[in-house]
Each structure stands twice: as C-alpha cells, then as structure tokens.
C-alpha cells in the first residue's frame, strides 16, 4: 500500500511538473507569436461596476478602441463621471445607466432600456463585484447573500444572451479573481463566489457549443486577477510584498481587453500566477 501511495505521490508530482513547463512555455509561445487582436469597433459593450477601479478603465479602454460603450453602476454619481470623462476625450457613443445587478428585476428593466435606446449588447464585461474577507462564523447571513448576490447569482440573468444567440455573434467575460484556485483565510465566502463564476463559464461555454453542434461563435472569457489597488481591497495584507503588489486597475484592465480581443478562454493577471496557482493546489 505504501508503495502505491508513493507511486502515486510522483505521478502527480510529475503531472504538476508537466503542467507548470506547458503554462511557461506556452506565455513564451504567446510572446514570440501573439495571436492577432480583433476589432471592437461599432460593437455595443456593456460593462458592470463601471463607475470606478477597473471597470472605469475598462469603459476608457474600449470607447478608446472605437466601441459604443455602456456604463452601468449601482453608484449613479460614479457612473455618470465615468461617461463624462469618455465624452471629453471626444467620445460620444457612452451611455450611462444606474443599476443594482443584484437586483434580477432591475437588471431586467434597465437591459430592456438599453436595447431600446441603444441596440443590442455584442460584448458583455460581467465586472461588478464584491471584495468580503471576514472570519467564517462572524458574517451574517445578510452580509453572505449580499456577496453570493453580486459576485455570482448577478451572471446568471442572461438578459443579453438570448439576442446574441439569435445573430451567433456575442463575447461574454467574466471577471473572476486569483482566489477561485485558493481557499484564503477569511473567504469562505468571497473564494467560493470566484470559483463558481468559473465553473459556471466553463460550463455554458461547452453547453452552448454542445447545442449548436459547435456551430456557435460566441466567445467566453475568464479572467482571474491577482487583488487590485482599489477601494475594496484596502483592508487586504500580502504576507510577501517584496514578492508580490497590488494591481493596478489600469494595467488589469489592458489585460481584460487583450484577452477579450484574442479570444482567450482564461487569463490570468499577471500571467505568472497561472503555473504558481496550480503549485499552489498542492500545498
């Protein structure tokens, strides 16, 4: 019994060794050859949480590369100046409209509002999210719901889907975070969100491919930043500063619109993180 215990700790261990070497030498292949970035020009992106951090930068990246650009914010105030600093780079295609995403009925009128008045969303950016790192017996079950409300149940309201469906054509991305690989202390909730929101892409990704009998063109993309410099994560510690640093919301944003634009399933921010994440799984 031992031995085959042994046998099967090098096995994984082998496996483990394979994939980090797969994950270096593919960010080297990507950096010899990068893939073309497609055009986001006259496409109609809708970006949640867009009145501050990265989905503010997000909003600047893409009116920026030509795209009608949809601002939505449970934050009116902070949404609207996002519009207007677009505006005065001499972008007018932003449009602004508040909404709590959490809130199924009002994600449900204001998308209605937006076909009406706007067309059809072609990229979605499921970016609105909420940082909670607490001890495990100290939230309440308000503060659980709140969290589970914004960071996962909000993907679920496929209100843009059906339409992108209908002309197969359509970009989905989800921004998830580097804790879906690990369970960190204080996050029995906020980790368990991010993992979700990953296996929840996965998954409609193959079914929409399954059902269309790989016939669909509509793209799905992950991405999995390391804790950013905003306000909701001030209250973070990195036990390795020297080693590791907060990023910053415009550089993230950059790697969201690349990765969208390259069609990448997953992407990690910074890329690095990707083979330290499944070391990671092991420890």
């Known amino acids: 019994m031992a031995v085959v215990k042994y046998i099967l700790f090098l096995t994984e261990i082998l496996l483990l060794i394979l994939k980090v070497l797969y994950y270096v030498i593919n960010d080297i292949y990507r950096l010899i050859r990068p893939i073309k970035k497609k055009s986001v020009a006259n496409e109609i992106v809708l970006i949640t949480g867009a009145g501050h951090g990265i989905g503010k930068e ?6 920026s590369l030509g795209a009608t650009v949809i601002c939505w914010d449970i934050n009116e105030e902070n949404n609207n100046k996002t519009m207007n600093d677009i505006k005065k780079k001499g972008n007018d295609s932003v449009y602004a409209y508040r909404c709590d995403v959490a809130d199924k009925k009002e994600v449900f009128r204001v998308a209605k509002k937006v076909k009406e008045e706007v067309g059809n969303v072609t990229i979605l950016i499921n970016n609105a999210g909420v940082v909670f790192f607490k001890p495990f017996l100290n939230q309440s079950p308000d503060e659980i719901t709140s969290v589970v409300d914004v960071n996962l149940t909000a993907h679920y309201w496929a209100t843009f889907l059906p339409s992108m469906i209908e002309k197969n054509h359509g970009h989905i991305v989800a921004v998830s975070s580097i804790a879906a690989f690990f369970g960190l202390c204080g996050g029995t909730v906020y980790c368990p969100t991010k993992s979700a929101v990953q296996a ?56 969201i619109i690349n990765a969208q634009r390259q069609n990448y399933k997953n992407q990690i921010i910074p890329s690095y993180w990707l083979p330290v994440s499944e070391i990671g799984r092991y420890v």
């Open 200 to 255: 929840l892409m996965d998954a409609l990704s193959k079914e929409l491919h399954i059902l269309s009998n790989g016939k669909s063109s509509i793209k799905f993309t992950t991405v999995y930043p390391f804790f950013v410099r905003t306000g909701f994560a001030k209250n973070i510690r990195l036990r390795l500063p020297w080693l590791v640093r907060e990023l910053l919301p415009q550089e993230v944003a950059l790697s």
């Open 58 to 63: 997000l909003a600047i990246g893409y009116a």
